[in-house]
Structure formats: C-alpha cells, structure tokens
C-alpha cells in the first residue's frame, strides 16, 4: 500500500470516528432532555396541567385572523355607527324614567342600557342576513360585510345567536314578567328584517320591534306589583304609540336615501308608499308625535320642563323639513340623524320635570 492510500484510509478512519462520536453526542442530549422533561412533569402539580394546555394552545391561535373576524364581525353589528343604538336608547329612557316616577334604578338602568346595544347589534345582523340578495343592488349597503363576501350567512347567524343569547342573560336578572315580554321583542327583532318584502309599511313594524323595550321597561319597574303596573299600563301604552310614530318618522327618512335603488331592487317600504306626498305625510306624523308626547305630559304629571322639551323637538322637525325640501339623499340621511336629537332633548325635559316634582 503507498503512501497516498494510507493518507486516504486514515482520513476515512478519523471521519468515521467524528461521525460515531457526533452520534453518541447527540443521543446522550436527547436522553439528557427526555429525563429533564420527565422530572419537570412529575415536579409540576396537577392543577398546573390545564394551565399549561391552555397556555400552549392559546399560543398556536393566530391572533392575526382573530382581529380580523372580529373586526368584520363589529362592523356586521354596526358598533361603528352608533345613531340607530341612540334612537332605540332615547324611549327605553323615556318609560325608564316615567315608570320609576323619577331616576330608575341604578342596576335597572345598566341592564336595560346593556340590553339596547346588544339588541340593536343583533338587530342590524339578522336585517343584513335577510337583505343578503337585497344589498348587493343598493349603492349604500352593498359594502357591508355579508353583500361584499367578507362574513359568511353562516357566521352572521352565529353572531346573531350570541347576541340575542347574551341579550337574554341580562333579562334573566330582571322579574318574570320581563322575561316573559322580551320573547314578544325577540320575535319582533327576528322577523322585522324580512316585513320589506311583504308589506310597504316595514317602517311601522320597526316602531314596534324598537318600542318593545318600553313595556318591558315598565315591567321592569314596577313587574313586582301587578297593580302598580296595570294602573302604568295607559302611560305605557301611549308612550309606546308615540315611539311607532317617531320610528315610523325617522325610518322613512333613512327609506327616502335609498327610494331608487329599493325601487329597482323589488324592496317596499313607507317612503315609495308616500311618493311625492312624503314631506306632507311626514308633517302630520311629526305632528301627531308631538300631540302623543302632551298626552304623555298628562299622564305622566309632567310640567314646563318636558313642555320646553316638545317645543325643542318641533324645531328639530321643523329643520327636518326644510333640509329635505329638494329630496337629495345626503340631506335626507343628515334628517334622520338629527332625530337622535329630538330623542335627547324629550328624555332631558322628562328627567327634568320628574325630578322638579
């Protein structure tokens, strides 16, 4: 054997050597770590274990997606926008106050404040699962999350479970009476969405889905004493015809931006009923509105204070009018904001006149 064969062989050798010692290396850690792990396991208490699971699968979420679902989610719910939560706030308000004779109930008040944002949220999920086919033709809603593709039917049906279930959580904590009620709104909330295909007056059904949570506010109140609430019952069913009324207002409003596209969509509602008699008609309803609210007055020993209140909302109407008079649909939008209005100073002349008393 020369001496290149012997260089080649020791070379061969030593490589083999290094690879063995690698080997040997690698599998005296890997036992190293197997040990390890084992004492730690059995060092760790029991009621560490769920921890641990937990902790490892929260770590494999991708947080990322979740942002983006929820995010889609609050926009199906409209907790970007605000002004239809405010317009059903202002008469829960109302009956709170009326039916408390003064500032309600601390606890009562939470629950039904609560009640209104999670109502008003399933609310806006159920009507875009009904206009799914609907949306997609009106230039105003067809970018919200279910016509543009971005949430799913499927998902909006689960997101409209979890609310109307953590709506009905909080009932739980009020009396029987209110619990029994809220079934009557959630029927109302479920099949509003769907009165547009079948009758040109889905505005009046909105009125009395987004009314609903004057009765149970009264029950709330004064659900205890049954005599209490059937002498209430007159104030509550009056107040509770004036919120159709306002509703019914407001809501043709909001119709009137998208008369057109509802028109080519095969979509009914109050303001292509009314046609070219829409401003008129709304007069009288505004007018018979505020009539409702002095009868309310009466029976709800009110003084000046709710008085100043229904003079201040004859000037926001008033204003309502004259902005709309060209029919454009930014001024008929900006006309059924202003009623957020209306409802704010009705509620602060009701509080103030009740707390005057």
Known sequence: MDKKDKMARAVEVKRRRDAVAASLAASQRNTRRAVAKAVDG?????????????????????????????????????????????????????ALWLAAGDFPPWRTLVIFTLGVFLMRSAGCVINDYADRDLDPLVQRTRDRPIAAGLVTPREALVVFAVLIALAFLLVLLTNRLTVELSLGGAFLALTYPFMKRYTYLPQVYLGMAFGWSIPMAFAAVKGADPKAFMAALPLCGLLYLANVLWSTIYDTEYAMVDRDDDIRAGAKSTAILFGDADLPILGVLMATFLFAMLLVAQRGHLHWAHFAGIGAAALLFGWQQWIMRRRDREACFAAFRNNNLVGLVLWVGIALSLSLN
């Open 42 to 94: 059995a060092a760790a208490p029991r009621w560490r274990w769920p921890l641990d699971a937990t902790r490892s699968a929260v770590a494999r979420v991708d947080w990322a997606h979740v942002r983006e679902r929820l995010t889609q989610y609050a926009k199906l719910a409209r907790m970007h926008k605000p002004i239809g939560a405010a317009l059903l706030l202002w008469p829960t308000w109302w």
